[in-house]
T-cell receptor
Framework: GENVEQHPSTLSVQEGDSAVIKCTYS??????FPWYKQELGKGPQLIID?????GEKKDQRIAVTLNKTAKHFSLHITETQPEDSAVYFC????????????FGSGTRLSIRP | EAQVTQNPRYLITVTGKKLTVTCSQNMNHEYMSWYRQDPGLGLRQIYY???????DKGDVPEGYKVSRKEKRNFPLILESPSPNQTSLYFC??????????????FGSGTRLTVV
């Protein structure tokens, strides 16, 4: 079955700098890669997703890149702000199958003032 | 407001005492699922439901039961809770479009402690 590995487990960056979180997946059939942000005391919230027919997607300060050959995808946050502090989860699944979504272990991102 | 509502938010119980965590969504989503979150392990799926009366096991179903009698509700039942079920639980829902999955909406979580 699918396995998703996420690195690093913790990340601390200076406010205004960029943050990068990386994930690898094992099942070459996976074609949907969402990213979730979990703030303290709340449930995860979808922030961006990408399907395997594109290599990059951007939404303001957030971007996700996908390398299908290497089976890895990354989340990039530019110009980090204090409100970016949270736990981030990557996930992989077949787009047509909600039941098979597998999450990474999470990255705790801290933004230093 | 579109949301997934879980109750209770916090629960402390004793080993063996049956409990139910409720989950309700107001978005008419077909798909609902339960996850548990443990440090260093991310989110692991317990059970899921593709629609009313259709449920199936996820990756860690042992010790849990679910039912889906109505589209909006998906309760999680622990018949005989044990300390290893101490965790943070999330309910999630999603619409299943013809073209695929749109994305999960998660509840705010239920922190369960079994002593």
């Amino acid at each position: 079955g699918e396995n998703v590995e996420q690195h690093p487990s913790t990340l601390s960056v200076q406010e205004g700098d960029s943050a990068v979180i990386k994930c690898t997946y094992s099942d070459s059939a996976s074609n949907y890669f969402p990213w979730y942000k979990q703030e303290l005391g709340k449930g995860p919230q979808l922030i961006i997703d990408i399907r395997s027919n594109v290599g990059e997607k951007k939404d303001q300060r957030i971007a996700v890149t996908l390398n299908k050959t290497a089976k890895h995808f990354s989340l990039h946050i530019t110009e980090t702000q204090p409100e970016d502090s949270a736990v981030y989860f990557c996930a992989a699944s077949l787009y047509s199958s909600a039941s098979k979504i597998i999450f990474g272990s999470g990255t705790r991102l801290s933004i230093r003032p | 407001e579109a949301q997934v509502t879980q109750n209770p938010r916090y629960l402390i119980t004793v080993t063996g005492k049956k409990l139910t965590v409720t989950c309700s969504q107001n978005m008419n989503h077909e798909y609902m699922s339960w996850y548990r979150q443990d440090p260093g392990l991310g989110l692991r799926q317990i059970y899921y439901s593709m629609n009313v009366e259709v449920t199936d096991k996820g990756d860690v179903p042992e010790g849990y039961k679910v039912s889906r009698k109505e589209k909006r509700n998906f309760p999680l039942i622990l018949e005989s809770p044990s300390p290893n079920q101490t965790s943070l639980y999330f309910c999630a829902s999603s619409t299943l479009k013809r073209t695929g999955v749109y994305g999960y909406t998660f509840g705010s979580g239920t922190r369960l402690t079994v002593v």
